[in-house]
């Protein structure tokens, strides 16, 4: 059992953290055997997320982009020894899953992907109709 210390400050974001993983669990009922940390960043024309995945291949990852939501899947492989006796075994083992649902619709042929030194590096373009745009006001 864990006992966490929870600031008041602290309160309304794990009740958002908590709210996210329930929408993306309703989104997908996928078993899922690892918990990859995601960081995402809203930039005015596209969202930029990294993902931690270390020790995969670029072709171990699987990237769906549909209308508002981007989904990322994967395995992470452990080789099976039957005569290895481990006395911990930390590193993650098993599949990912992680559905993400944007306030806007994605530019999906436009998306890019780097992976590099264990970190996922995507930036989905926003569709142009949901960008912000500035209307000049003219006087007569």
């Given at each position: 059992?864990?006992?966490?210390?929870?600031?008041?400050?602290?309160?309304?974001?794990?009740?958002?953290?908590?709210?996210?993983?329930?929408?993306?669990?309703?989104?997908?009922?996928?078993?899922?055997?690892?918990?990859?940390?995601?960081?995402?960043?809203?930039?005015?024309?596209?969202?930029l997320i990294h993902?931690?995945?270390?020790?995969?291949?670029?072709?171990?990852?699987?990237?769906?982009?549909?209308?508002?939501?981007?989904?990322?899947?994967?395995?992470?492989?452990?080789?099976?020894?039957?005569?290895?006796?481990?006395?911990?075994?930390?590193?993650?083992?098993?599949?990912?899953?992680?559905?993400?649902?944007?306030?806007?619709?994605?530019?999906?042929?436009?998306?890019?992907?780097?992976?590099?030194?264990?970190?996922?590096?995507?930036?989905?373009?926003?569709?142009?109709?949901?960008?912000?745009?500035?209307?000049?006001?003219?006087?007569?």
């Amino acid at each position: 059992m864990m006992t966490m210390y929870m600031t008041p400050y602290r309160r309304p974001m794990l009740r958002r953290y908590v709210q996210g993983d329930q929408i993306a669990r309703n989104i997908s009922n996928v078993h899922c055997d690892v918990h990859i940390p995601l960081d995402i960043i809203e930039e005015t024309e596209a969202y930029l997320i990294h993902a931690t995945l270390p020790g995969l291949k670029a072709e171990d990852v699987e990237i769906e982009i549909v209308n508002d939501t981007l989904t990322l899947r994967g395995e992470f492989k452990q080789e099976e020894n039957e005569d290895i006796q481990y006395l911990r075994r930390e590193r993650p083992a098993g599949t990912f899953h992680r559905a993400l649902r944007f306030g806007t619709k994605l530019e999906a042929g436009k998306a890019d992907a780097h992976l590099e030194n264990g970190i996922l590096t995507l930036r989905v373009p926003k569709v142009a109709e949901a960008l912000p745009k500035t209307i000049q006001v003219k006087t007569k």
